[in-house]
């Protein structure tokens, strides 16, 4: 691994590890995805990793919810190790931590407010219907999609359902943010609105968070560290300066 | 989407359209089977029940009363059925009340029928009373009869075809009878003589309808002939005209014969 | 799960095994607290009530063509006024729960795969597992619930409207009053009839949520397993509705003689 950015390491260092991965591995049958993970999330970070389609972006994040359970290695969120945890536990983590899907994955049966009541309901058991209605709207208000809140998904444009999406993750709170592509399928003009608005969300909510991205602007924007994956594992590490100007070729070939 | 309460309405109106059929069914059924009204139960000894179910129907005048609610195996010639029947027609079935195993129809259920009774005593039935049971009516026994009267038939069918064939070739009295034209001859002595056998008899008949007449005056004045009675009468004295006719009128016609 | 193709009866058994957990999975979630009321009657409302008039028009016609067919046989025999009895006697056992259950697969339990097949592929039922909400809870419990509840409901209505059909078709030929023709139809049965029939609905209602919920929620992640999961629904449905009235006529019949 090529490690480009001595400074910034030294300036997070005195931060806490909000996670904390080593040697992790996956394998689906014969086909290894993930080889030999290392990653350390500080607090208040984000982190973005790139990689080409099929590469196992979205399975280390995965594993991070609990979603898929790795093979082999260490893996710790808010210090505790996901594998060992029981369900109860584990759910529990899950409301710690938004996992913005790449599709969205609105619930496509309820209006955008339901779907941003759905959670506060459940997982925060919020009954006071005042209070449920005061939060919706602000979380809409600072994704921009107010006007939109008693439409359904399917009358939503792309980028309306992404932040639509996004505020339904913002609205429990969460404290580590996992963006499974964002701006994938959006125009540069949308991209950037989005991508700008997970950068509002990380100081506004003070988030930490993982962004999966091959886009390059998008990365510029929002990363204050790059990771770039490859054959399962990561290539390339530092600031987005230091990765745009490697020389390593496998590296260089996401600029071009 | 939430569900509005139009759509709230209209499930709660078809679970409750459900639940009544559901309802309904249960009550009606069970009303036939007499489940919610006052019941009693009365009891009788059968040695055979033929094929009796439990809740095969029990029937009194013809009505559906009650079920069979219970057959027990006493020991091995008294079969126990007991009979749950309604509270309300208990005042009509006495004591002497006899049950009886029935079909109904040809290939129906069997049932219990219940006759009224009210020969000996005027006693209504209470609960758990025992009754005479009529034991029904012997499939095998009736087979076994069936067996004997065809064999019966048999033989005599068998004498038949001997005499029929003795008469055929001119044997026995009757073939001469119908073969030999002497015999024929003979015949005119025989009827003269039943000429005035018949001749006796139209006097002997008149002599009984004469008598008879004098009885049913009899009996009238007395006034314990009723209406129809007088009419049977009449009618059986009409058939001894009637046979007093036909017997003259037979007299008659073997007459030109001679 | 596994890469592995498995093959022929291996992959079946596995299947069993699979349907087996998700079972365990949906009686754990059933006795959790917290149920989804609003959700139940909202499923109520889509499977219950709106499969209404599909099932009450076939059941009619199923009554009204039945009585056509009967008719001349029985007349044959000379048992025209059996007619109601037969009638009722096989709407109310077999023919009413049979063909509103499979009426209940091809609408409802293709529906929910379809409906679950769409959500899984479109992560939905992930992001409400992620957001630590309980999609099995939400999703399915609900789901089994309002068709166990609704496919007897469903039934019985159309048993009633079977026999309304049947009421139809006598009339045209000859007239028999309502009162009479329902006063026979009822004589003719008895609890040991009404009661299997009742209880195998309740099994049929269970199966098509189960199976239509299955199926859905554990379809691949393509476009294509929408319709394998809405398809194989309704065929393995329709093949456990059978399996449950054999069994469950068997059962009865062992038990009621
Ligand atoms: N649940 C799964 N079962 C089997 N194979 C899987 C599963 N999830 C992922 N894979 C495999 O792992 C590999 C990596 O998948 P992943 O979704 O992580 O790719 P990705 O890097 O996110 O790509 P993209 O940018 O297109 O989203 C793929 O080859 C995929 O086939
Ligand atoms: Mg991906």
């Given at each position: 691994?090529?490690?480009?950015?001595?400074?910034?390491?030294?300036?997070?260092?005195?931060?806490e590890?909000?996670?904390?991965?080593?040697?992790?591995?996956?394998?689906?049958?014969?086909?290894?995805?993930?080889?030999?993970?290392?990653?350390?999330?500080?607090?208040?970070?984000?982190?973005?990793?790139?990689?080409?389609?099929?590469?196992?972006?979205?399975?280390?994040?995965?594993?991070?919810?609990?979603?898929?359970?790795?093979?082999?290695?260490?893996?710790?969120?808010?210090?505790?190790e996901?594998?060992?945890?029981?369900?109860?536990?584990?759910?529990?983590?899950?409301?710690?931590?938004?996992?913005?899907?790449?599709?969205?994955?609105l619930?496509?049966s309820?209006?955008?407010?339901?779907?941003?009541?759905?959670?506060?309901?459940?997982i925060?058991?919020l009954?006071?219907?005042?209070?449920?209605?005061?939060?919706v709207?602000?979380?809409?208000?600072?994704?921009?999609?107010?006007?939109?809140?008693?439409?359904?998904?399917?009358?939503?444009?792309?980028?309306?359902?992404?932040?639509?999406?996004?505020?339904?993750?913002?609205?429990?709170?969460?404290?580590?943010?996992?963006?499974?592509?964002?701006?994938?399928?959006?125009?540069?003009?949308?991209?950037?609105?989005?991508?700008?608005?997970?950068?509002?969300?990380?100081?506004?909510?003070?988030?930490?968070?993982?962004?999966i991205?091959?886009?390059?602007?998008?990365?510029?924007?929002?990363?204050?560290?790059?990771?770039v994956?490859?054959?399962?594992?990561?290539?390339?590490?530092?600031?987005?300066?230091?990765?745009?100007?490697?020389?390593?070729?496998?590296?260089?070939?996401?600029?071009? | 989407?939430?569900?509005?309460?139009?759509q709230?309405?209209?499930?709660?109106?078809?679970?409750?359209?459900?639940?009544?059929?559901?309802?309904?069914?249960?009550?009606?059924?069970?009303n036939?089977?007499?489940?919610?009204?006052?019941?009693?139960?009365?009891?009788?000894?059968?040695?055979?029940?033929?094929?009796?179910?439990?809740?095969?129907?029990?029937?009194?005048?013809?009505?559906n009363?009650?079920?069979?609610e219970?057959?027990?195996?006493?020991?091995?010639?008294?079969v126990?059925?007991?009979?749950s029947?309604?509270?309300?027609?208990?005042?009509?079935?006495?004591?002497?009340?006899?049950?009886?195993?029935?079909?109904?129809?040809?290939?129906?259920?069997?049932?219990?029928?219940?006759?009224?009774?009210?020969?000996?005593?005027?006693?209504?039935?209470?609960?758990?009373?025992?009754?005479?049971?009529?034991?029904?009516?012997?499939?095998?026994?009736?087979i076994?009869?069936?067996?004997g009267?065809?064999?019966?038939?048999?033989?005599?069918?068998?004498?038949?075809?001997?005499?029929?064939?003795?008469?055929?070739?001119?044997?026995?009295?009757?073939?001469?009878?119908?073969?030999?034209?002497?015999?024929?001859?003979?015949?005119?002595?025989?009827?003269?003589?039943?000429?005035?056998?018949?001749?006796?008899?139209?006097?002997?008949?008149?002599?009984?309808?004469?008598?008879?007449?004098?009885?049913?005056?009899?009996?009238?004045?007395?006034?314990?002939?009723?209406?129809?009675?007088?009419?049977?009468?009449?009618?059986?004295?009409?058939?001894?005209?009637?046979?007093?006719?036909?017997?003259?009128?037979?007299?008659?016609?073997?007459?030109?014969?001679? | 799960?596994?890469?592995?193709?498995?093959?022929?009866?291996?992959?079946?058994?596995?299947?069993?095994?699979e349907?087996?957990?998700?079972?365990?999975?949906f009686?754990?979630?059933?006795?959790?607290?917290?149920?989804?009321?609003?959700?139940?009657?909202?499923?109520?409302?889509?499977?219950?009530?709106?499969?209404?008039?599909?099932?009450?028009?076939?059941?009619?016609i199923?009554?009204?063509?039945?009585?056509?067919?009967?008719?001349?046989?029985?007349?044959?025999?000379?048992?025209e006024?059996?007619?109601?009895?037969?009638?009722?006697?096989?709407?109310?056992?077999?023919?009413?729960?049979?063909?509103?259950?499979?009426?209940?697969?091809?609408?409802?339990?293709?529906?929910?795969?379809?409906e679950?097949?769409?959500?899984?592929?479109?992560?939905?039922?992930?992001?409400?597992?992620?957001?630590?909400?309980?999609?099995m809870?939400?999703?399915?419990?609900?789901?089994?619930?309002?068709?166990?509840?609704?496919?007897?409901?469903l039934?019985?209505?159309?048993?009633?409207?079977?026999?309304?059909?049947g009421?139809?078709?006598?009339?045209?030929?000859?007239?028999?009053?309502?009162?009479?023709?329902?006063?026979k139809c009822?004589?003719?049965?008895?609890?040991?009839?009404?009661?299997?029939?009742?209880?195998?609905?309740?099994?049929?209602?269970?199966?098509?949520?189960?199976?239509?919920?299955?199926?859905?929620?554990?379809?691949?992640?393509?476009?294509?397993?929408?319709?394998?999961?809405?398809?194989?629904?309704?065929?393995?449905?329709?093949?456990?509705?059978?399996?449950?009235d054999?069994?469950v006529?068997?059962?009865?019949?062992?038990?009621?003689?």
């Amino acid at each position: 691994m090529w490690d480009l950015t001595t400074k910034e390491t030294a300036s997070v260092q005195e931060h806490e590890n909000v996670l904390h991965i080593k040697g992790l591995k996956k394998s689906f049958g014969k086909k290894e995805v993930l080889r030999d993970i290392d990653l350390d999330v500080k607090r208040g970070e984000n982190v973005v990793v790139l990689g080409k389609s099929g590469s196992g972006k979205s399975v280390i994040i995965q594993c991070i919810v609990g979603m898929i359970s790795p093979d082999a290695g260490v893996l710790q969120v808010f210090g505790e190790e996901v594998s060992s945890l029981n369900e109860k536990e584990l759910k529990k983590l899950r409301t710690r931590i938004g996992f913005l899907f790449q599709s969205g994955a609105l619930y496509d049966s309820m209006t955008v407010r339901e779907n941003m009541e759905f959670p506060l309901m459940r997982i925060l058991k919020l009954r006071n219907q005042a209070e449920i209605d005061k939060r919706v709207e602000e979380v809409l208000k600072s994704v921009g999609l107010f006007e939109s809140i008693d439409k359904m998904p399917s009358d939503l444009s792309g980028g309306m359902r992404k932040r639509a999406g996004l505020a339904r993750t913002l609205v429990l709170n969460p404290e580590l943010m996992l963006y499974d592509e964002p701006t994938t399928g959006l125009d540069p003009i949308t991209s950037r609105e989005i991508s700008n608005l997970v950068l509002q969300i990380q100081k506004k909510y003070k988030t930490t968070a993982i962004i999966i991205t091959h886009d390059m602007e998008c990365a510029a924007i929002t990363a204050d560290r790059v990771l770039v994956l490859s054959d399962g594992e990561f290539i390339a590490e530092g600031s987005f300066e230091a990765i745009k100007n490697s020389k390593d070729k496998h590296v260089s070939s996401f600029f071009k | 989407m939430k569900t509005t309460s139009g759509q709230k309405i209209r499930t709660g109106l078809f679970v409750m359209a459900g639940l009544a059929v559901l309802v309904i069914a249960v009550f009606f059924i069970g009303n036939k089977k007499g489940l919610f009204s006052a019941n009693f139960h009365v009891q009788g000894m059968f040695k055979d029940v033929n094929g009796l179910q439990l809740g095969n129907n029990a029937r009194f005048a013809g009505i559906n009363v009650g079920v069979v609610e219970n057959i027990l195996i006493i020991n091995d010639t008294t079969v126990k059925v007991v009979l749950s029947l309604n509270e309300n027609v208990r005042k009509f079935i006495k004591r002497d009340a006899k049950l009886s195993i029935a079909s109904d129809g040809l290939m129906g259920d069997k049932l219990v029928a219940i006759s009224p009774g009210g020969a000996t005593t005027s006693e209504e039935v209470k609960n758990g009373d025992q009754l005479v049971a009529v034991n029904p009516f012997d499939m095998d026994k009736m087979i076994k009869k069936i067996t004997g009267i065809t064999d019966d038939a048999g033989s005599l069918i068998a004498g038949l075809s001997q005499v029929v064939d003795k008469v055929n070739h001119g044997k026995g009295s009757i073939g001469r009878l119908l073969n030999d034209d002497k015999m024929a001859r003979d015949i005119e002595g025989t009827v003269n003589q039943a000429k005035t056998t018949i001749a006796n008899v139209h006097a002997t008949t008149t002599t009984l309808n004469t008598d008879l007449k004098a009885a049913q005056d009899n009996f009238l004045l007395k006034g314990y002939f009723n209406k129809k009675k007088k009419k049977a009468i009449k009618a059986r004295q009409d058939s001894i005209k009637k046979v007093q006719k036909d017997s003259s009128a037979r007299a008659q016609a073997a007459q030109p014969k001679q | 799960m596994n890469d592995e193709a498995l093959s022929g009866w291996r992959s079946r058994l596995a299947e069993k095994g699979e349907q087996v957990a998700f079972l365990k999975d949906f009686l754990k979630n059933l006795f959790r607290g917290g149920f989804e009321w609003s959700e139940f009657i909202r499923q109520c409302y889509e499977i219950g009530y709106k499969s209404f008039t599909l099932v009450g028009t076939t059941a009619f016609i199923m009554g009204l063509v039945m009585a056509m067919q009967l008719r001349p046989t029985l007349i044959s025999f000379g048992a025209e006024s059996m007619l109601p009895k037969s009638l009722a006697v096989s709407i109310i056992k077999e023919i009413g729960p049979v063909i509103t259950a499979i009426i209940c697969a091809g609408k409802i339990a293709s529906g929910i795969g379809a409906e679950l097949g769409s959500m899984k592929v479109t992560e939905q039922i992930d992001a409400m597992e992620v957001s630590g909400a309980n999609p099995m809870q939400f999703l399915v419990v609900t789901r089994i619930l309002a068709t166990t509840a609704m496919v007897p409901l469903l039934t019985l209505l159309g048993d009633v409207l079977g026999l309304l059909g049947g009421f139809l078709a006598i009339n045209i030929n000859g007239s028999v009053s309502l009162l009479l023709y329902f006063n026979k139809c009822i004589a003719s049965l008895g609890f040991s009839d009404l009661l299997p029939a009742f209880i195998k609905t309740i099994f049929f209602g269970f199966v098509i949520g189960f199976i239509g919920c299955y199926k859905g929620y554990n379809s691949n992640k393509g476009t294509e397993s929408v319709g394998i999961a809405a398809n194989s629904a309704v065929v393995v449905a329709s093949l456990w509705i059978f399996v449950i009235d054999a069994i469950v006529v068997q059962v009865s019949n062992t038990l009621i003689y």
